[in-house]
């Protein structure tokens, strides 16, 4: 059977821009860009997740609100079924523990970015919402 991981993301709007966040060089899907979050581990909500995953890949606080996309992607070894959320950033200053770059992109900026295919479904329901 095929494995079905449960992937959460973040969208953060400042001034009417959204924060991105590149991969490790080391990570699966080196050095593209995704917005920030992670999986979801056993036992754990979505909300907690979110928010334990941005603690710890930049140590940031984060108030999770509304679900704002889901979408379903399968990769060649495995489904992704990925969350995307909008939250508010409440405080911490952004650090690069566990993520090699972030920017503050316009939506229209983001097509100048490479993002893994299950991304690139979520920004085309971003940019349609």
């Known amino acids: 059977m095929r ?51 941005l603690g710890e890949e930049m140590g940031i606080s984060v108030a999770v609100g509304a679900r704002v996309i889901h979408v379903e992607h399968a990769y060649e070894s495995y489904d992704i079924d990925f969350c995307v959320y909008r939250c508010q950033h409440t405080g911490g200053a952004i650090q690069h523990i566990r993520v090699h770059d972030h920017r503050w992109v316009r939506p229209d900026e983001l097509d100048s970015y490479e993002f893994p295919a299950a991304d690139e479904k979520t920004i085309g329901k971003l940019l349609g919402l």
């Open 3 to 53: 494995r079905k991981i449960r992937v959460v993301g973040a969208m953060i709007e400042r001034d009417g821009k959204y924060l991105i966040t590149q991969r490790p060089p080391h990570a699966t899907l080196p050095l593209l860009w995704e917005f920030p979050g992670g999986r979801v581990e056993p036992g754990e909500s979505d909300q907690e997740a979110l928010a334990r995953e």
